[in-house]
C-alpha cells in the first residue's frame, strides 16, 4: 500500500519504522520544520535514515501544498500526531483516504491535550482512537478503538510511553490491515458523549488544597510531566511531581508539608496524604528529591502550600 505519513515526535518516528519494516510503500514524509537552533524532529531524523522522502511544511492549506500532496498518488494517509490543520481536500485525497491517531476514548477528550484531561477528571479508563478525520476537531468516524484502565500509579507520562504509545501503534497496524481488506468501519461519533477540553496549561495547573485529595492527587499526576501541578512555597513556586496518594489522615490543614524524607514529600490533603518523590521550582529547571531543597533550606515542613 501507497501511504503517505504526517506526524512528528517519537510516535510519528516508530509509526514510520513500523511501516517501513513491514514492507509498505512510504512515498513521503511530512515532519515539522526545524526549530530554530534546535534539532530536528525524530521522524526527520528516522526518515533521513531510510531514505524515504521528506518534505517540511510550515502549513498544508496552499495550493502548492495540495498539488504536491496529490502528485504523491497515496493510497492512504497516516496522521501520527499531528497539530497542523490538515485541510479536506488533502484528508481526502487518496484513495482510501486518511486516519488519524488520538490518545483518547473518542469522543470523549478531544482537543490537544486528552491523557491530562483524562486523568484530571478522574476516568476510570484511557484508551486511543484511529479514526477518519475530517474538518472538525477530532470529529470524524471511529474506524478502531482499544481501552487501558487507569491505575493509581499513572501519570500522563507513565501512560503514554508505557502503555498508549505502544497500543497506538500496534492499533494502527490493525487498522491498515482492515483497510487493506475492506472491513474497516467507520462508526460515526455519539455527540452526546463528546468532550472538548483546551491545551492543558499553567492556569489550569494550579493545585486547590480545598478540593478533595482524589481531585488534587488526579490534578498533579495529569500535569504530569507538563505543565507541571503547582503551588506556592514560601514566595516562589513549587512543581509537584510522581504523586502517590496514601490512606493514611493528618492533622494539619490541607496544603502542609508534613515530612521530608529520603521517600519524597508527604502533603496533607483532606482526608488523606499525597506523597510527592520529585520536585521542581520555577527558578531551576532541573527536577529534584525534595530532600535536596530541605538539605538546602528551601524546603521544610510545617510550610502550607497555597
Not at 505519513?5 to 510519528?12: D, E, P, T
Not at 474506524?143 to 493509581?152: A, G, H, T, V, Y
Request: net charge neutral; hydrophobic share 40%; charged share 25%.
Amino acid at each position: 500500500m501507497r501511504i503517505a505519513l504526517i506526524g512528528q515526535a517519537a510516535f510519528a518516528e516508530r509509526a514510520l519504522e513500523v511501516l517501513h519494516a513491514r514492507g509498505e510503500e512510504v512515498v513521503h514524509v511530512f515532519a515539522p520544520p526545524d526549530p530554530p537552533g534546535g534539532r530536528p524532529d525524530p521522524l526527520k531524523t528516522k526518515a533521513l535514515a531510510l531514505g524515504v522522502p521528506l518534505s517540511q511544511p510550515a502549513t498544508f492549506k496552499s495550493d502548492a501544498a495540495y498539488e504536491h500532496f496529490r502528485a504523491l498518488d497515496a493510497d492512504l494517509l497516516v496522521m501520527a500526531f499531528v497539530t497542523l490543520i490538515v485541510p479536506e481536500r488533502i484528508l481526502y485525497a487518496p484513495r482510501h483516504k486518511a486516519i488519524c491517531f488520538h490518545p483518547s476514548l473518542l469522543p470523549r477528550h478531544r482537543g490537544a491535550s486528552a491523557i491530562n484531561w483524562t486523568l484530571i477528571m478522574g476516568d476510570a479508563s484511557a484508551g486511543v482512537t484511529w479514526f477518519w478525520p475530517d474538518k472538525g476537531i477530532d470529529t470524524g468516524p471511529i474506524l478502531l478503538q482499544r481501552s487501558e484502565p487507569i491505575r493509581d500509579e499513572d501519570t500522563v507520562g507513565s501512560l503514554y510511553f508505557n502503555r498508549l504509545f505502544p497500543l497506538g501503534i500496534e492499533t494502527m497496524t490493525e487498522a491498515i490491515e482492515l483497510i487493506k481488506a475492506g472491513r474497516a468501519p467507520a462508526i460515526a461519533q455519539d455527540e452526546r458523549l463528546a468532550t472538548y477540553e483546551p491545551p492543558c496549561r499553567d492556569e489550569h495547573a494550579k493545585v486547590d488544597f480545598a478540593r478533595s485529595a482524589r481531585e488534587v492527587f488526579n490534578l498533579v499526576r495529569g500535569c504530569d510531566p507538563q505543565p507541571g501541578a503547582h503551588a506556592q512555597a514560601g514566595g516562589e513556586w513549587l512543581r509537584l511531581y510522581e504523586p502517590m496518594l496514601e490512606n493514611r489522615r493528618s492533622e494539619s490543614p490541607p496544603g502542609t508539608i508534613v515530612s521530608i524524607d529520603t521517600a519524597g514529600m508527604r502533603v496533607a490533603l483532606a482526608g488523606a496524604t499525597m506523597m510527592v518523590r520529585r520536585v521542581r521550582l520555577d527558578s531551576n529547571p532541573k527536577k529534584v528529591a525534595p530532600q535536596e531543597l530541605a538539605a538546602g533550606g528551601r524546603l521544610h515542613t510545617s510550610i502550607l502550600l497555597t
